[in-house]
Structures are given as C-alpha cells and as structure tokens.
C-alpha cells in the first residue's frame, strides 16, 4: 500500500458492514484512522474493533447524533479530515403505496442525513482549511432508475443536488465536495436476500459481466479522500461496470 491518507482522520457513516465496510479497510489500509458510525452497533462495534477505529452510534437523520460523531472523531482520534456519508435505506414501494411517513424516512436519512453529516463536520475543516467530503449516491435516480423506488431516487437526486452546492460554498476553505453513484455491489445483504438467479438476471445487464465489488467502491472513494483528487469537487464518478451505457437489453457483440 501507499499510505496515501497515512494520518488521516476518517469518520464513516453506514460502515457497519457492506460498502461501508469496504470503504473503511482500504482507508485503514492506506494509514488512515477511521470512526465508524452506524445504528447497528453489534457489527459496527465488531467492525471498528477488527480495523483498530472507534464506534459511535448514529442515527444520521438527527442533528444531535451526527454532531456526536464528529466530535467522537476530533476528541478521539485528534482531528477529522475526511467525511464519508454511505449511509441510506431503500424500501421497494410503488409511488401509489408511499405513506408521507415512510417518504419522509428515506428523505430524512437519505438526503436530510447528508444535510447534516456535511453541516456538522464544516466548523471543524472550515477552521483547519482542509476536508474531503464524499458522499454515496447511486446511479438509481441521478440516471436511472425502477418500480418502486420513487422515494430512493429522488433522496439520490438530491445528493447529487446537494454535492454542486456544498463544493461551490465549501471551495474556499480548502474543502472538496464529490460523490459516487454505485450501481449494482454485490454486499453481504445483496447475498443473503436475493437468489442466485437474481443476480446473474443482473450480471447479465451489465457490460462487464459481473456485479461490483464493496472494494470496487471503496478504491473510488479512496482516490476521492486522497491528495490525487485534490482539484476535483463538485462532482460524482459512477461505479457500474458500464450498467448505464446501452440503449437496450441486446447490447453484447463478439469480441473475436
């Protein structure tokens, strides 16, 4: 490894488990210090014991407990460099089955949550002038997009919204702003709730032939946390294996 974020401190939200996870050890792997904030706290203590990092739990839709993550950074580790939002929920409902209760949930951690992880983390890197914010978005909503997931892709919309804005008011305190839109990532819970035809129904959709990996993930997260990124804000680089590059289903061509 290159030690490309040797002494940094990163906190992680949604870093219990899957892509979250996956973010954490390649940080660690390159020298970073990293807090893990998730509301599972069983697997988030686990995961945060096995990297050698802190667990604060965090329910990223109150002020109060994003505010107490980033103060688990600064008084525990010294400092706080880097923010990475993962966190989010995706029911499946259709539009016409959406309670405004269970629309404001997914708006509220999705998108509201971001809101606050960036506005809790700014007083410290706007005084220090230096912070690389990176939020997950996904390629659902910002490109594309299915049945039942009107709520999921307008909160993914929204961040993509929302990074413009925070990178065009956060650039002149050293502070970058960008994002990642996942496609399809092959986490432990894609494995345990989906069937094996499932999935290979979805490798199928995709160009490169194969699901993405949580590390896929993490390696863009990483170049976005890192000093090779330090003239890029305000932008999101997709993660998908080209899923979002044909027109239509009959997209695969002989190689030979």
Known sequence: ????????????????????????????EEGARVVIADTEVEAGCETAKRLGGLFVETDISRMDHTERAVRTAIDGCGGLGILVQNAGIYPWTLIEKISPEEWDKV?????????????????????????????????????VTSPGHGHYSASKAGINGFIKSAALEFSGYGITVNGIE???????????????????????????????SPRDVANCALFLASDDASYITGTTIVVDGGQTLPEGADFRINPE
């Open 1 to 28: 490894m290159t030690g490309r974020l040797q002494d940094k401190v990163a906190l992680i939200i949604g870093a219990a488990r899957g892509i979250g996870e996956g973010i954490a050890e390649r940080f660690v």
């Open 107 to 143: 708006l509220a951690v999705n998108l509201k949550g971001t809101f606050l992880a960036a506005r809790a983390a700014l007083p410290h890197m706007k005084a220090q002038r230096f912070g690389r914010m990176v939020f997950t978005s996904s390629i659902t909503g910002p490109r």
């Open 182 to 212: 996942p496609g399809n990532i092959l986490t432990s819970g894609v494995k345990m709730h989906r069937s094996e035809a499932f999935i290979r129904s979805m490798e199928e959709a995709i160009p490169l032939g194969r699901l993405g």
